[in-house]
């Protein structure tokens, strides 16, 4: 497992790349590794929103009109998201509030 730690005007502050090498990763072990790294960095993070680059899913599911960033990531943005943990090159996003 590889980390590059960054910054990223698409995604809120901390910009963490995970590459895992699993051909069976899914959403679920995923979102499990996610939140392993997150809370390695604090304890109390919490999830705001994720994004599955292969099937286009995410959550929250809303929208928020005509922008240029998507709904998921305006949702977390608005809640003090600013923790983002990428796997795979946007494979799984998933962005976090670090409390």
Same mark, same amino acid.
């Given at each position: &497992? &590889?980390?590059?730690? @960054?910054? @990223?005007? *698409?995604? =809120?502050?901390?910009?963490?790349? /995970?590459?895992?090498? !699993? =051909?069976? /990763?899914? +959403? $679920?072990?995923?979102?499990?590794? $996610?939140?392993? *790294?997150?809370?390695? /960095?604090?304890? !109390? $993070?919490m999830?705001? @929103?994720?994004?599955?680059?292969?099937?286009?899913?995410? %959550?929250?599911?809303?929208?928020?009109?005509?922008?240029?960033?998507?709904?998921?990531?305006?949702? $977390?943005e608005?809640?003090?998201?600013? /923790?983002? #943990?990428? #796997?795979?090159?946007?494979? %799984?996003?998933? +962005? %976090?509030?670090?409390?």
């Amino acid at each position: &497992m &590889m980390q590059i730690h @960054s910054k @990223s005007d *698409k995604f =809120p502050v901390d910009h963490i790349k /995970l590459q895992i090498e !699993d =051909p069976d /990763l899914d +959403i $679920a072990r995923a979102k499990d590794l $996610a939140k392993a *790294k997150a809370r390695q /960095l604090n304890k !109390d $993070a919490m999830l705001l @929103s994720w994004h599955c680059g292969k099937t286009g899913e995410f %959550y929250p599911k809303f929208e928020c009109g005509y922008t240029h960033k998507p709904p998921w990531i305006i949702f $977390a943005e608005a809640r003090g998201g600013n /923790l983002t #943990i990428d #796997i795979n090159d946007g494979e %799984y996003v998933f +962005i %976090y509030l670090k409390l």
